[in-house]
Nanobody, 125 residues
Framework: QVQLVESGGGLVQAGGSLRLSCAASGLTFSRYAMGWFRQAPGKEREFAAAINWRGSSTYYADSVKGRFAISRDNAKNTVYLQMNSLKPEDTAVYYC??????????????????WGQGTQVTVSS
């Protein structure tokens, strides 16, 4: 079965950096677009970033543009989210997701077929 496993979350001070990883198995990873979403307590899940199947196209939410960078390594079946200049409002559970369209085109959770369990990111002020 398909598994997406996130790692790399933790506690960091404002202004710091974290790198999240998402390891995929059970699917042809190189055919899928991958996305990162986040969900803070009491809020809806929101889009952060997406990358197309070969890593040539990316798409970011305005709230993270210029601070976060999504990348992928198809040889390792892994997608990454480098998060810099972190702010307390970035505190959330971060989820990776897979979109069989292969295109980095959607910020809508319903467009993604598979989801990981999430990793907690906490940014202290």
């Amino acid at each position: 079965q398909v598994q997406l496993v996130e790692s790399g979350g933790g506690l960091v001070q404002a202004g710091g950096s974290l790198r999240l990883s998402c390891a995929a198995s059970g699917l042809t990873f190189s055919r899928y677009a991958m996305g990162w979403f986040r969900q803070a307590p009491g809020k809806e899940r929101e889009f952060a970033a997406a990358i197309n199947w070969r890593g040539s196209s990316t798409y970011y939410a305005d709230s993270v543009k210029g601070r976060f960078a999504i990348s992928r390594d198809n040889a390792k079946n892994t997608v990454y989210l480098q998060m810099n200049s972190l702010k307390p409002e970035d505190t959330a559970v971060y989820y990776c997701a897979a979109d069989q369209s292969g295109l980095a085109r959607s910020a809508v959770p319903g467009a993604y077929e598979y989801w990981g369990q999430g990793t907690q990111v906490t940014v202290s002020s």
